[in-house]
């Protein structure tokens, strides 16, 4: 028989769940459009849902009429984002991840003390394009150990990293390692910018997988937290797969008789995991055993212009 451990954390963290109750309370409030400053988060469910239920989702702050309501998605922005939003006089609506503005304001810190700041993460992420933008002139990115070779800086030039806050934790660690051991002076942020809910999804898929014949990860693919957890399950040759849902489950990965551990990103909505687990009981009678890691309970509340505008107007949970 088919046996499915379920881990646990999986999905959403308090940044999504923030977010996407940033999105449901302004269009409520305010009605259809609510324009989006890209996806709320990296979830195509969650895209295509508010989608349907009004919301409208841009790439450019021109796109938005002037004096529309704009919503900045979980990932940040730029100030120039910001800017050019004021400019057009729209409502402006920050969803920004707690976590993430931790990062923005590191930048500014050390760019204003005057380090130039080396930030690890994935070229083209909206969360890595907001955090550049905050100091453009004093952050340079690397992705691998191999770029850290290549910077043209010395170890005489007053240096800081920091990093995308949805990294593989592993990979994070080597590139400070090999950012440490090329320049001894760097200094870095107090505490790790890799969030609470991306190391505790990799901690229970590390722990997991050891005992693990197939992996199934809940998520897009264009979520970095999500197809991190899938490198790291595809790690000792054992089948791991990053899913958008049931719809892309292939019976062929499956005798019947596997161990199967199922995650989901922080991005990814429990409702899909629930659709997966159901496909693999009807087809292959599965049976579900949860297993809990470590235990959440940060809760991230709506932004303040968001309350304040809906003070006295709607009721607030």
């Known amino acids: 028989m088919l046996t499915i451990l379920l881990a646990s954390p999986r999905g959403f963290c308090a940044g999504v769940n923030m977010a996407i109750e940033t999105l449901e309370t302004a269009l409520r409030l305010y009605g259809r459009p609510v324009h989006v400053f890209h996806e709320i988060v ?5 895209v295509e849902r508010f989608t349907r239920e009004g919301a409208v989702f841009v790439d450019e702050v021109q796109q938005v009429p002037e004096r529309g309501v704009l919503l900045f998605s ?15 006089k729209l409502t402006a609506i920050d969803a920004t991840c707690p976590l993430v503005t931790k990062v923005h304001l590191e930048a500014l810190r050390y760019a204003a003390a005057g380090y130039h700041i080396i930030l690890i993460g994935h070229e083209g992420h909206d969360e890595v394009i907001g955090t550049m933008g905050h100091a453009p002139a004093s952050i340079t990115l690397v992705e691998t150990e191999a770029d850290v070779d290549r910077l043209p800086l010395g170890t005489g030039d007053r240096l800081a990293y920091l990093t995308q806050t949805t990294l593989s934790v592993d990979d994070a660690s080597r590139i400070i390692a090999r950012l440490k051991a090329r320049f001894p002076g760097i200094t870095g942020p107090p505490k790790d910018d890799i969030c609470y809910a991306t190391q505790n999804r990799q901690e229970a898929v590390r722990l997991l997988a050891e005992g693990a014949d197939v992996v199934l990860v809940i998520g897009s693919r264009n979520s970095s ?14 089948l791991a797969r990053l899913i958008d849902g049931p719809d892309e489950i292939d019976a062929g990965w499956f005798r ?10 922080a991005s990814a909505p429990e409702h899909v995991v629930q659709e997966c687990i159901a496909w693999l009981r009807k087809r292959f009678g599965a049976t579900v055993e949860e297993r809990m890691i470590r235990e959440e309970q940060v809760y991230f509340p709506l932004p303040k212009e968001l309350r304040t505008a809906a003070a006295g107007r709607l009721p607030m949970a």
Not at 76 to 88: I, T
Not at 225 to 238: K, M, T, V, Y
């Open 42 to 46: 990296h979830n195509k469910h969650v």
């Open 225 to 238: 937290n999500s197809q991190r957890l899938a490198e790291l399950a595809g790690e000792g040759h054992r």
């Open 74 to 88: 979980a990932h940040g922005v730029a100030p120039e984002v910001r800017r050019v939003a004021a400019e057009r």
């Open 256 to 265: 019947g008789d596997e161990t199967v551990v199922i995650t989901a990103g």
